[in-house]
């Protein structure tokens, strides 16, 4: 690939106009100089693109209508050019070896495709200061059923080698909801023999935002289910495994169950800890 990028970032920016160019100075802050950076604008309403402008020198800049996170990441990935494909949230701030640190990560051992870091919480939410790690489950191994258990968690701001996104056909806009499109991707990469390597080197300023927290429980459930429901389709492909899947489809017809059931859905607010339980249950015994 002679001179194209080594990585290609790709910045989905939906309404992050107070946000975007902290966003885009952080990556162009970078100790590691080798990227082109790939904005998709997913039909902002704000002040977003007029943010953007002072960069547009330094971008391949991508215009859409609001379709969606995973719709915007592969817009971004059918123009990118590098071997490694990166992704940077909109409202997110890279610590400035971001990129060193992860594509080393890559280059060191070729059985990798994944490398993610752990991050610190900002915004106005109690979590802000907080570590990822220190708030969620990152330790190795990062298994396909430690990811699905949610015993480790998978930091959605990461590098990953190009193929390996590619093989799996990119993100799936198909699915209902929104919050969990990252776990499906995660699963099926996992389920399909594709390493993930962590890194407790804090190389992100992760930003909650109250307006963009209201309503996900709901939605992020939503689309968890669409998930369950694709991995349900693969029972039968796996059920005579060794490895716990018994358990898991278990757990995922008990989701399919509570959506079938009609009850946590309409008008009513469910209680984040009802939430909590039905997103996160926890594993009596850990494999």
């Given at each position: 690939?002679?001179?194209?990028?080594?990585?290609?970032?790709?910045?989905?920016?939906?309404?992050?106009?107070?946000y975007?160019?902290q966003?885009?100075?952080?990556?162009?802050?970078q100790?590691?100089?080798?990227?082109?950076?790939?904005?998709?604008?997913?039909?902002?309403?704000d002040?977003?693109?007029?943010?953007?402008a002072?960069?547009?020198?330094?971008?391949?800049?991508?215009?859409?209508?609001?379709?969606?996170?995973m719709?915007a990441r592969?817009?971004?990935?059918r123009?990118?050019?590098?071997?490694?494909i990166?992704?940077?949230?909109g409202?997110?701030?890279?610590?400035?070896?971001f990129?060193e640190?992860?594509?080393?990560i890559?280059?060191?051992?070729?059985a990798?495709?994944v490398a993610?870091?752990?991050?610190?919480?900002r915004?106005?939410?109690k979590?802000?200061?907080?570590?990822?790690q220190?708030?969620?489950?990152?330790?190795?191994p990062?298994?396909f059923?430690?990811?699905?258990?949610?015993e480790?968690?998978?930091?959605?701001?990461?590098?990953?080698?190009?193929?390996?996104v590619?093989?799996?056909?990119?993100?799936?806009e198909?699915?209902?909801g929104?919050?969990?499109?990252?776990?499906?991707?995660?699963?099926r990469?996992?389920?399909n023999?594709?390493?993930?390597k962590?890194?407790?080197?804090?190389?992100?300023?992760?930003?909650?935002r109250?307006?963009?927290?209201?309503?996900?429980g709901v939605?992020?459930l939503?689309?968890?289910?669409s998930?369950?429901?694709?991995?349900?389709?693969e029972?039968?492909?796996?059920?005579n495994?060794d490895?716990g899947?018994?358990?898991?489809?278990?757990?995922?017809?008990?989701?399919?169950?509570?959506?079938?059931?009609?009850?946590i859905?309409?008008k009513?607010i469910?209680?984040?800890?009802?939430?909590n339980?039905?997103l996160?249950?926890k594993?009596?015994n850990?494999?």
């Amino acid at each position: 690939m002679a001179n194209s990028p080594t990585v290609s970032v790709i910045i989905p920016a939906y309404n992050v106009g107070r946000y975007i160019a902290q966003t885009l100075e952080s990556l162009f802050s970078q100790t590691y100089k080798d990227f082109e950076a790939i904005v998709i604008n997913d039909g902002s309403t704000d002040d977003t693109e007029k943010n953007i402008a002072p960069f547009l020198s330094r971008i391949n800049y991508l215009k859409q209508g609001n379709r969606g996170v995973m719709a915007a990441r592969n817009a971004g990935l059918r123009v990118a050019k590098g071997d490694y494909i990166a992704l940077l949230d909109g409202d997110d701030v890279w610590m400035p070896r971001f990129l060193e640190s992860l594509v080393g990560i890559l280059e060191s051992d070729p059985a990798i495709s994944v490398a993610y870091p752990n991050a610190v919480f900002r915004g106005a939410t109690k979590l802000d200061g907080k570590l990822y790690q220190d708030v969620f489950p990152v330790s190795e191994p990062v298994t396909f059923d430690r990811v699905l258990r949610r015993e480790c968690y998978i930091f959605g701001s990461l590098v990953m080698r190009r193929e390996a996104v590619e093989a799996m056909n990119g993100f799936d806009e198909s699915l209902e909801g929104q919050g969990a499109e990252d776990f499906d991707l995660w699963l099926r990469m996992l389920l399909n023999g594709h390493r993930f390597k962590f890194t407790d080197e804090v190389l992100v300023a992760y930003r909650r935002r109250e307006e963009s927290l209201s309503g996900t429980g709901v939605s992020q459930l939503k689309c968890l289910i669409s998930v369950y429901h694709k991995l349900n389709r693969e029972e039968k492909r796996h059920r005579n495994s060794d490895n716990g899947y018994p358990d898991r489809w278990l757990r995922c017809r008990r989701n399919l169950e509570w959506h079938s059931s009609g009850t946590i859905w309409g008008k009513a607010i469910i209680p984040r800890h009802w939430l909590n339980l039905m997103l996160f249950p926890k594993t009596t015994n850990p494999r």
